[in-house]
């Protein structure tokens, strides 16, 4: 399959392990660090590269050492660039990173990712591609208006769409995502982003808020596995069990396995279980792309848990 993704491009500062959380006017020791590919975008990228697909990204970055650094790691991990836009009016964005064992808190300057424009998209770019994948909705501003339009695009022309929204930090949750899935296939919120865009609390009834008749909606539930309505019933499976060191960018690596499968003609549960595994053998080393998959990788840890996918 050919894959475009299309949307935000940082370097992420990950700050792992500390020893309380931050306050102001006080300083905190972690007990490491690392800088690495960042954004949503770009490692279900690089996600879906090391599983076999051929992946274009197209994006924008900043004239500088950053946006160097994150181009140079997607080509190393043979992901097509050449659509990679450079603006040097502003500044590769950056995310620090302040991890624990089981999750993180993120702040993030959003530089380019704001300034990724819907009208820089030129759909003439999908020609020869399957599929197209966006994410980080709401943080992608100059983007977000067009991106309904892009997709429609997209399926007009005869690809599949998918999409994450990531984590609104206005925390309002606009209708106009609603309106964006009229035009995506594959919809992958965690549960905090399909809380606050149902309004429910419960992640089946969240699953029924969103049901349009076009889009399958696929809720990341952290350590309570994946959900989804299968046939009007909710199918849950469990999230492997895992020690981890990082969860930065497990979500992202879920999307890719599960795409990875999904675009393979595979059952839906089956796809789950392997963005499941996907996602958890994310989470062994630092950083989002740090121990990301390869198929023969999932093959065996789906083995040794004798999970068939």
């Given at each position: 399959?050919?894959?475009l993704?299309?949307g935000?491009?940082?370097?992420?500062?990950?700050?792992q392990?500390?020893?309380?959380?931050?306050?102001?006017?006080?300083?905190?020791?972690?007990?490491?660090?690392?800088?690495?590919?960042?954004?949503?975008?770009?490692?279900?990228?690089?996600?879906?590269?090391?599983?076999?697909?051929?992946v274009?990204?197209?994006?924008?970055?900043?004239?500088?050492?950053?946006?160097?650094?994150?181009?140079?790691?997607?080509?190393?991990?043979?992901?097509?660039?050449?659509?990679?836009?450079?603006?040097?009016?502003?500044?590769?964005?950056?995310?620090?990173?302040?991890?624990?064992?089981?999750?993180?808190?993120?702040?993030?300057?959003?530089?380019?990712?704001?300034?990724?424009?819907?009208?820089?998209?030129?759909?003439?770019?999908?020609?020869?591609?399957?599929?197209?994948?966006?994410?980080?909705?709401?943080?992608?501003?100059?983007?977000?208006?067009?991106?309904?339009?892009?997709?429609?695009?997209?399926?007009?022309?005869?690809?599949?769409?998918?999409?994450?929204?990531?984590?609104?930090?206005?925390?309002?949750?606009?209708?106009?995502?609603?309106?964006?899935?009229s035009?995506?296939?594959?919809?992958?919120?965690?549960?905090?982003?399909?809380?606050?865009?149902?309004?429910?609390?419960?992640?089946?009834?969240?699953?029924?808020?969103?049901?349009?008749?076009r889009t399958?909606?696929?809720?990341?539930?952290?350590?309570?596995?994946?959900?989804?309505?299968?046939?009007?019933?909710?199918?849950?499976?469990?999230?492997?069990?895992?020690?981890?060191?990082?969860?930065?960018?497990?979500g992202?690596?879920?999307?890719?396995?599960?795409?990875?499968?999904?675009?393979?003609?595979?059952?839906?549960?089956?796809?789950?279980?392997?963005?499941?595994?996907?996602?958890?053998?994310?989470?062994?080393?630092?950083?989002?792309?740090?121990?990301?998959?390869?198929?023969?990788?999932?093959?065996?840890?789906?083995?040794?848990?004798?999970?068939?996918?």
């Amino acid at each position: 399959m050919k894959i475009l993704v299309i949307g935000e491009i940082n370097v992420d500062l990950i700050l792992q392990n500390y020893q309380a959380f931050p306050e102001l006017g006080k300083e905190v020791l972690v007990e490491d660090c690392t800088l690495t590919l960042g954004s949503s975008s770009a490692i279900c990228a690089v996600g879906l590269a090391r599983l076999g697909e051929d992946v274009a990204f197209l994006g924008k970055v900043g004239p500088d050492v950053w946006g160097d650094f994150c181009c140079k790691r997607l080509r190393d991990e043979g992901i097509d660039t050449s659509r990679v836009i450079v603006d040097r009016a502003v500044k590769t964005g950056i995310t620090a990173s302040v991890t624990g064992k089981t999750d993180r808190a993120l702040i993030t300057h959003l530089g380019a990712i704001s300034e990724f424009r819907a009208d820089e998209v030129d759909c003439a770019v999908m020609r020869g591609f399957n599929h197209v994948h966006m994410a980080c909705y709401f943080m992608q501003t100059g983007l977000r208006p067009g991106v309904r339009s892009i997709l429609q695009q997209a399926k007009d022309a005869g690809l599949t769409t998918s999409l994450d929204p990531g984590f609104d930090p206005e925390e309002k949750w606009g209708s106009d995502l609603r309106e964006t899935l009229s035009a995506v296939d594959v919809f992958f919120p965690n549960e905090v982003e399909l809380r606050g865009l149902s309004g429910q609390d419960d992640p089946e009834m969240g699953l029924r808020a969103l049901q349009n008749g076009r889009t399958m909606v696929i809720a990341k539930l952290g350590r309570d596995g994946a959900m989804a309505l299968i046939d009007g019933r909710a199918v849950r499976v469990p999230a492997p069990l895992v020690e981890p060191v990082d969860t930065t960018g497990a979500g992202d690596s879920f999307n890719a396995g599960f795409l990875h499968r999904w675009l393979a003609g595979r059952p839906l549960d089956e796809c789950m279980q392997y963005g499941a595994a996907c996602g958890a053998i994310s989470t062994l080393a630092l950083g989002g792309t740090g121990c990301q998959a390869r198929e023969p990788d999932v093959k065996e840890f789906l083995r040794k848990r004798q999970v068939h996918a």
